[in-house]
């Protein structure tokens, strides 16, 4: 599961913290698109409900996807996974991702400093996680990835300035994940082991500047 740690209660969220953006986001105050890339026109916009259920139940028994992100089972095991976000405060927000129209992905962007997660390293304010599926199989290792996470992580920091840094933590054995963010300008910063996974601290630092290696390949 890519960050639901059992244990540990999350951090406590301070009064009026989490819906800073247009869109109710954890992620601050970034606009969600379009936003042009080497790939396309790249836009991210909340899951809807249940317009959206039955691709995301799709992508989820997709078995190169259910290998990481253990989600596969009837739409009603994909529905609880993104209400569960879409019910809470605001610190984690489900979105779809396309790219010229198609919908070509899920994100999960969320508050890393005010999740389980921030257990696990040394936290600063304002982190901002994220995670990515990519959904069909045809936009998978085409560096589809790492153009698109080098884009939502600069549409995140230049979008909420207390941002410092955006972090992931893909499973160590998801090696096509971990060269995606590498490639977008993330850095291998540790290993973690968390509940259900050994996993692989990915930080980008707003003093990186743009990812320019985050290109498709020729």
Same mark, same amino acid.
């Given at each position: 599961m890519?960050h ?7 951090v406590? #969220?301070p009064?009026?913290? /989490?819906r800073l953006?247009?869109?109710? =986001?954890a #992620?601050?105050e ?6 042009? =890339?080497?790939a396309?026109? /790249?836009?991210?916009?909340? $899951? &809807? @409900?249940p317009?959206d259920l #039955?691709?995301l =139940? ?8 259910d290998a ?9 095991? =994909? ?6 976000? !879409?019910d809470?405060?605001?610190?984690s927000?489900?979105?779809?991702g396309?790219?010229?129209?198609e919908?070509m ?8 400093? &005010?999740?389980p &997660?921030?257990a696990h ?7 901002t996680g994220?995670?990515?599926l @990519?959904?069909?199989?045809a936009?998978?290792?085409?560096g ?10 600069e549409?995140? &920091?230049?979008g909420?300035?207390?941002c410092?840094?955006? $972090?992931?933590e ?8 971990v060269?995606? /963010?590498e490639r977008a300008g /993330?850095?291998? #910063?540790?290993?973690?082991?968390l509940?259900g996974?050994r996993a692989?601290?990915m930080?980008?630092?707003r003093a990186?500047g743009?990812?320019? !290696?985050? !290109?498709?390949p020729a």
């Open positions: 890519p639901e740690l059992p244990g540990r209660a999350p406590p #969220a009064a009026g913290e /989490f953006g247009p869109v109710p =986001t #992620a601050g970034f606009r969600l698109g379009p936003v042009p =890339t080497a396309g026109e /790249f836009r991210l916009g909340p $899951v &809807l @409900l317009a #039955a691709l =139940t799709g992508w989820m028994n997709d078995p190169e996807v990481f992100w253990e989600l596969a089972g009837p739409p009603e095991v =994909t529905e609880r996974h993104v209400r569960a976000q !879409q809470g405060d605001g610190r927000l489900p979105c779809l396309l790219l010229d129209g919908p992905s899920y994100w999960e962007v969320y508050r890393a400093d &005010l999740d &997660l921030a390293y040394p936290a600063r304010p304002y982190d994220v995670h990515l @990519l959904g069909p199989a936009s998978r290792g085409r589809l990835g790492a153009v698109l996470l080098a884009a939502l992580a549409l995140i &920091l230049r909420n300035p207390r410092e840094r955006v $972090v992931a893909p499973d160590v054995r998801n090696r096509r994940s060269r995606a /963010f /993330f850095r291998a #910063a540790a290993e973690l082991d509940p996974k692989a601290l930080v980008r630092d990186d743009p990812a320019a !290696q985050a !290109q498709l």
